[in-house]
Structure formats: C-alpha cells, structure tokens
C-alpha cells in the first residue's frame, strides 16, 4: 500500500503552470495539489522558510531581503506597492505543480489494475506451492 501511495503522483505527467505572483493563480475546478513555489529572476526556485514566518518578512512568499528596499513598505502592511516593487515583483514567477481532479477517475484503473495483477500473481504463487507439496 505504501508504494502505490509513492507512485500515485506519478502515474500521469502532472501539469505545472508558471503565473505573476501579484496576480496570483489558482487552477480551474477540483486539483490535487504536488507542489508550489517561487520562481527567482534567473529561474531559480526562491528557498521557503521552514516554520514560523515573521510578518514584514516576506511579500508574496518571497523573502523581503531578495527584493529591492521599497517592497519593505508593502510586507509592513502598506496598502498599496511602489512602482519599483511592483517592477521587481514583476520578474517573479510563481509556480503551481498539481494533478487535476479529471484524473480521478484514470488513477482509479490504474491502481485497480495494480491491485488485481498483484492478486492474481500472488494467487499463482500459492498455486505453485500447494501443486508441489508432496501427496
């Protein structure tokens, strides 16, 4: 069971789709979320803090100190984004890795299908075993 929950993921390609961070991104209808991030200028993946994440810290879940001095305002809770920030902000990408909920029902087949190959094996196994016993 252990191993079907390691493969799912991989079971079909799942689709990654690159979006503005002000702007941000949410799939349409039902998804199964793999992964999420930011994406630095040089197409890095920003790292994300572990743990507790300090308010003024970070604007649009990138750390404040990868963005120029003027995106400090907004991250202290300023209304509104200077032009420079937005300008930086603007060479962010944000990125969303997930399998659609319109698989369902394609992932299903395929773990029956590994369900029922294993069951069958194992079935063919116990018969080759009980067929050579001695009388």
């Known amino acids: 069971m252990a191993i079907v929950l390691w493969l ?8 990654t789709t690159t979006y503005n961070v002000i702007r941000g991104y949410t799939p349409p209808g039902a998804f199964w979320q793999l992964s999420t991030g930011v994406l630095a200028p040089n197409g890095q993946p ?12 970070q604007l649009f879940n990138i750390p ?20 420079s920030c ?13 399998q659609p909920a319109s698989r369902f029902w394609a ?13 069958a094996i194992l079935l063919a196994v116990t018969a080759a075993v009980l067929l050579r016993r001695d009388p």
């Open 86 to 98: 937005r300008a930086a902000l603007d060479s962010y990408r944000g990125f969303i890795t997930y």
């Open 64 to 83: 404040v100190s990868r963005l120029p001095q003027s995106c400090a305002a907004p991250a202290n809770g300023a209304s509104s984004i200077a032009p």
């Open 8 to 15: 799912r993921p991989h079971y079909m390609s799942a689709v």
């Open 46 to 57: 920003v790292p994300q803090s572990s743990g507790m994440v300090l308010i003024g810290s």
């Open 107 to 119: 992932f299903q087949g395929i773990e029956t299908g590994v369900f029922v190959l294993l069951a």
